[in-house]
Each structure stands twice: as structure tokens, then as C-alpha cells.
């Protein structure tokens, strides 16, 4: 192991620069980040994933934010295990109606102000799930939702655009 | 007495069922099935319904054969398998949820996939409004003075799928673990019925997103094994690489998360890149980082270029150079293995009993791979090692997947050797007749089956995806028994089921 640690050493890093965030998205946030709560939570944010029923293909991609490459707690934003310690739903899935309860409830035990993300095509509109007996579709027909960033699943370059956009809008 | 096979082989043949023929057998051949895998003659490897029939898949072990068999149940009830077999308890459990069929016998009727919240009951079969404020649900007791319950989920603290676990624990030691998942049941069954191929294969593909690879496989070969298609032999090559690459972008990525279970981040964080340069070379390679719907019926939707050949080559020199180190490093460390040596121990006759496939099958002495039996092309001309152990604990499904990986990587190189030129993809006829097709597919979890019926159109009638987990899950309750419940995060890790795919 203590080659393993040296080498690493020597090695220059393997994280990459950030990516502008999108402009598009941006622009979809508009007014939904208040002046007030931006100076109050500064630009560090603490994330809450639920996953609502998606296939756990938006969840792989969503784990590979943490990996070297892409190192998202540089930004300030970081994974946390409870909803109440957290500022940001990150939601997957076309809500299905065995989660819907348990996300309105997560959603609740987050306190204000808070924000959700609906990440993948799932958690916009359904997606191919979209009409079944099973699923609610969109999260926001259960949620309020601030932003939602698009793809099947939306790749961890995606996910940070929109997660950037969140925290410079 | 007549033996498994010959049961397999009674009754009345169902037209048009490939490649494994189709029985529809009366009640007596039933029970006599049934019994002689509870035997042991066989493994169940799938049970499910049309709405009209209940079938089961069988692998009879004598002959190495796999049939299929049916019962008629008109009346909407059949003989239940797991009043003799248990491995079929939440299978029968969730015919009942979805098409109302009783199992006869069945030992627990608690709903399964059904939580009351549908607002419809039975969407299968006679289906009708309900109210949809969930349904109480009673776990199983455990009782005794010291004994106290944890209930997890079904939000979990972590970026992970949402079930139930509802421990009892006696202080830091599990008496009892039951799992009530569900959660993320989509209906895709229903969905499949009336849907075109081209829909129906994106649906496949979405059952479990880390085996989408392995689901796009197993659904394509069932349709083209009902039409008697023929697939072009550079798609089934290439075919072969997006399996093993997503085979190994899993087993890097869960060795990677078990250690970080154990609180040992470093090999975590080397597991996360060898796993990010993966999906970045499948992303050249294919155009997507998981590879999603690039498998179709009929072949691939897109070839390899020099490009994505490159990619590969020095992905394989990268991984290739790293791999012996990983091994060492996870065997070197023994603060890690102070950890998963004897932890969450899955017993040999369960693992059998359930036919229990992929690494956790194979950790604890059940040396199964789809790929060998009933075996796929190109696999019959490509060798490759299998991994195995008889431990069972978590230490074993480790270096099962070590195993995987190192016999893995070489096949990638094979496969980039030997990929023949040509065609990638051919014409899907319509049947223009009612046709059956069935596939056994070895996913990085274990084997995934599919059957499906499709019309005389070429649309879908019925099809049934099977995920491994289903014969998984029930055996991390056992495995965890007498573990810590500080140590169910490590346990559930290295057997890392699919709750996508088990909810359907």
C-alpha cells in the first residue's frame, strides 16, 4: 500500500477543469434562487439523492460525480445521508406510486430554503415509464421542481453543468 | 416414477417456442415437477404468467436441459411451487399483485409488488379501482425480551435504490433481517403488452441500468430466437465486448464500493477512476457511456471504428497493469480483511437451493455461468476462467469478481483480436403467426432471463424479464443472520441486487 500512496504522490491529478455552467439552464432557474438565500447559504450546498423509481442508471452516473475526474465537493457541493441536513433533492425516477409518499415525506423533512433537481428524462416527464399504472410520471407532479437536467442517463459532464448552473445562478 | 426430463417432456406442445420447447403439462405433471426440484433434480430458473397460464423455466441437471412447462388455470389458481420450493415464495407472491392468480398453498400471501397504491388492483388480469393510501403491511415477528426492531428505508443514506429492511436485532446482533421491496415497481410488464420492438427494447434495456447491456442481450436474443433470425457474427462479437465491458465497469465499481463500506477510501478512489476510464471508452467505443439500447434485435446499432478501437487498446494496457495491484492491495491490507473474512456467510445448499446465480452463487460453491450452459455465441469459441470459492462470505464474492475481472479482460482482448468484418445488423421479419422465444443471458449479477410472445405483427404480446436478484435477495437475509447491523452495509454491498430489477 505505501507504494500505492507514493506513487500517487508523484502523479499529477487527474481532476478536470470545470465546465461553464449551462447557459440554458440558467436560464430556466430565473428567479427561483432568491438573492436572500444565496448570501445566506453562500456557495456551499449540501445534496440529498432519492431515488423515486428511476432504473439506477441515473444513480451510477450520479455516483461517478465523486470519483477524481469530476470531484464535486471542490465546488462546494457534497452528498449528505439525511434530507434534513440537506439544501438540494437531487430526484430520479418517473415517481413511481410506491415512492410517491416517501419522496413528499423527504421532501418535507428538508427544511427551507431548499430546491429540487430532477435528474434524467424519468424524473422530467415520465419517460418510457410515462403511462404506466404504477407511476405518478414527472416529479413535478409531486414536488415543486427547480431545475431539471435531461438525458437517459444525463452524464456526470450534464449533472455538473446543471449542478453548477444551480449554485452560480 | 418419471424423472424431471420426462416430466419437461410430457403433456401437449405449445407451437413455436425457441429454442427450448414449451409444455403445457396437467396438474398431476405440475406437482411431479415441482417436487423433483425441490428434490433437487433441477433448478427453478424462472416463474411466471400470461394472465392465462402460469409458466416455470427448469434447468433439469441430469440432462443439462432447459425446458419450459405450463398449467392452464382457468379458474385463476395453480398448485403453489413454494409450498415445496421455497425460492419461488416472492415470484407466486407477485402473480398474485399483478394478475390475481393464487398459488394453492402458498406459505405467505402477503402481497408483494402491491402496496395499495396503485389505485388499481390485479392491472394483469380483471383489474379494478382501488383505493391507493397504501395497505398495512405486518412483518414478521421475531419475538423476545431483549430483542428490538430497526426499520431502513425506504429512503436509504446513500446514492443507492430505495427498499425496506426491518431488522430485529438482539443488541448489535441480527436475529432476523425481512426485506420488503417494491418500491420501484413501474409496471413494465403491462407496458410490454401491445408495445412495437423498437419500444419494447427500450424498456428492456431500462429494467436494471447496470445490466442494461446484459437485458438489451437477453431481450434481443428471445425476439430472434421466436423469428428465427439470424445475427450477422460481427454484431454477436460485438455483442460480446459491450457485455464484458459492462461486466467489468460494474465488478471495478462495487469492489471499489465494498472497500469504501469497509472504510478503506483508497481503493475506492483507484476503483472510481479504472471505472470512469471504462465508460469513457465505451462512450467512444459506442456512442454512450453505458452502452444503453445499442444492442437490438437483429444485431447492434452501431459498429466499432478505429477510433473506439483505439480507446480500447489502451483502456486493456491501463487496466492490465493496474488490475495486479488492486489484488494486491485488497490482499495486503488486513484491516480490510478483518472485515469481510467471514462476514455475511451465504451456506452452499441455499445458494443451490435457490440457484443462486452470478458472483454470489459462485462465491459459495455453485459454479453456474449462462455464458457456458446453456452457453451463447461467441462464447463456445472463446475460452475463459470461471471464478470460484466455497467460503460464501463477503471476502469470496470479492475475489470471485477479482476472478471476473481477470478473466474478463483477457476475453476483451480476444474479442479485439478475432472480431470478424461485416454486417452489423440485419432485418427483423414479421411472423405474421403468434411465436415464442426465451434467452438466458449472463449479466455482471448473475443470469437474466427473458421470454417473450409476440403477435402475428411482430409487436409484443406478453414478455417476462427475470432479474437474478430475485433469487438473491432472499439470501441476504440469511447470510446477514448473527452478522453485526453495523456490518449490513458491507453484507448488502457485495451482493448488490438489483431492486430495479426485482420491482419490475
Known amino acids: 500500500m505505501r507504494k500505492f500512496l507514493f506513487q500517487g504522490l508523484l502523479r499529477g491529478p487527474l481532476t ?42 441515473c444513480e451510477l452516473e450520479i455516483h461517478a460525480l465523486n470519483n477524481a475526474f469530476y470531484d464535486l465537493e471542490r465546488f462546494g457541493l457534497r452528498f449528505v445521508a439525511s434530507p434534513r441536513h440537506a439544501d438540494v433533492l437531487l430526484v430520479t425516477g418517473p415517481v413511481t406510486k410506491n415512492m410517491r409518499e416517501a419522496l413528499e415525506r423527504t421532501y418535507a423533512a428538508t427544511p427551507d430554503p431548499k430546491w429540487v433537481v430532477a435528474v434524467g428524462d424519468c424524473a422530467f416527464d415520465g419517460g418510457v415509464f410515462a403511462d404506466s399504472y404504477a407511476c405518478a410520471g414527472a416529479v413535478s407532479k409531486v414536488v415543486p421542481v427547480d431545475l431539471h437536467i435531461r438525458g437517459c442517463p444525463p452524464d456526470p459532464e450534464a449533472l455538473l453543468k446543471g449542478l453548477l448552473a444551480l449554485v452560480s445562478a | 416414477m418419471m424423472s424431471l426430463r420426462e416430466t419437461m417432456r410430457s403433456g401437449r406442445e405449445a407451437r413455436h417456442s425457441k429454442p427450448w420447447p414449451r409444455r403445457v403439462i396437467d396438474q398431476t405433471g405440475w406437482l411431479r415437477a415441482i417436487r423433483e426440484i425441490s428434490k433437487g433434480q433441477g433448478d427453478l430458473l424462472s416463474l411466471w404468467s400470461d394472465g392465462a397460464e402460469v409458466h416455470m423455466a427448469i434447468l433439469d441437471h441430469e440432462s443439462s436441459e432447459i425446458g419450459l412447462v405450463s398449467i392452464e388455470c382457468p379458474d385463476g389458481r395453480f398448485p403453489s411451487v413454494s409450498h415445496l420450493h421455497p425460492p419461488a415464495m416472492r415470484l407466486e407472491r407477485a402473480l398474485q399483485d399483478i394478475y390475481g392468480i393464487a398459488a394453492k398453498g402458498l406459505p405467505d400471501r402477503r402481497p408483494w409488488l402491491d402496496h395499495g397504491r396503485w ?149 475506492h478512489a483507484h476503483c472510481g477512476i479504472m471505472r470512469e476510464r471504462l465508460l469513457r471508452a465505451a462512450n467512444v467505443c459506442f456512442g454512450h457511456r453505458l452502452m444503453m439500447d445499442k444492442i437490438v434485435p437483429g444485431g447492434v446499432a452501431v459498429d466499432l471504428t478505429g477510433e473506439g478501437y483505439i480507446a480500447l487498446l489502451a483502456l486493456l494496457r491501463h487496466a492490465n497493469k493496474l488490475v495486479p495491484n488492486f489484488v494486491r492491495l485488497y490482499g495486503d491490507t488486513t484491516s480490510l480483511q478483518d472485515r469481510t473474512v467471514g462476514a455475511g456467510i451465504l451456506r452452499a445448499e441455499l445458494a443451490r437451493q435457490y440457484a443462486c446465480g452470478g458472483f454470489i452463487g459462485r462465491a459459495s460453491g455453485r459454479a453456474f455461468d449462462a455464458r457456458r450452459l446453456p452457453g451463447y455465441a461467441p462464447y463456445s469459441d472463446l475460452p475463459f476462467e470461471l471464478g470460484a470459492s466455497t467460503e460464501g462470505d463477503v471476502d469470496a464474492r470479492v475475489w470471485v469478481r477479482f476472478d471476473e475481472i481477470r478473466a474478463s479482460l483477457p476475453l476483451i482482448e480476444q474479442i479485439l483480436d478475432r472480431l470478424p468484418d461485416g454486417e ?81
Request: hydrophobic letters at 40%; one cysteine or more.
Open chain 2, 424 to 504: 452489423i445488423r440485419t432485418e427483423i421479419p414479421r411472423p405474421n403467426e403468434t411465436r415464442e422465444g426465451a434467452a438466458l443471458v449472463e449479466g455482471f449479477r448473475g443470469d437474466i432471463f427473458v421470454w417473450v410472445r409476440l403477435d402475428a405483427t411482430g409487436a409484443i404480446d406478453r414478455c417476462y424479464l427475470r432479474d437474478p436478484s430475485w433469487f438473491q435477495w432472499p439470501l441476504l437475509e440469511a447470510a446477514i443472520e448473527g452478522n453485526i447491523v453495523a456490518d449490513f452495509p458491507l453484507c448488502n454491498k457485495s451482493f448488490n441486487c438489483s431492486y430495479s430489477g426485482q420491482d419490475l
Open chain 1, 16 to 57: 478536470e477543469r470545470a465546465q461553464a455552467p449551462d447557459e440554458t439552464l440558467l436560464a430556466e432557474l430565473g428567479g427561483s434562487l432568491a438573492q436572500a438565500s444565496r448570501r445566506r447559504l453562500g456557495r456551499s450546498l449540501s445534496i440529498r439523492q432519492v431515488d423515486a423509481g428511476s432504473c439506477n442508471g
Open chain 2, 119 to 267: 389505485g388499481v388492483r390485479r392491472p394483469g388480469g380483471n383489474s379494478e379501482a382501488s383505493e391507493h393510501f397504501g395497505d398495512a403491511y405486518e412483518f414478521l415477528p421475531a419475538e423476545g425480551a431483549p430483542l428490538h426492531q430497526i426499520p431502513v428505508g425506504p429512503v436509504h443514506a446513500g446514492i443507492i435504490e430505495p427498499g425496506h429492511f426491518r431488522f430485529s436485532a438482539n443488541g448489535e446482533l441480527v436475529v432476523r433481517l425481512e426485506e420488503r421491496l417494491g418500491y420501484v415497481h413501474k409496471g413494465i410488464e403491462q407496458l410490454m403488452v401491445g408495445a412495437p420492438l423498437d419500444r419494447a427494447a427500450r424498456l428492456a434495456g431500462r429494467v436494471s441500468g447496470d445490466s442494461t447491456v446484459a437485458y438489451s442481450l437477453a431481450f434481443a436474443q428471445a425476439v430472434e430466437s421466436a423469428l428465427g433470425v439470424e445475427v450477422p457474427q460481427r454484431a454477436i462479437w460485438l455483442r460480446a465486448l459491450m457485455a464484458e465491458l459492462e461486466r467489468l465497469a460494474n465488478h471495478f465499481g462495487d469492489i471499489g464500493a465494498i472497500c469504501n463500506d469497509a472504510s478503506f477510501s483508497l481503493m
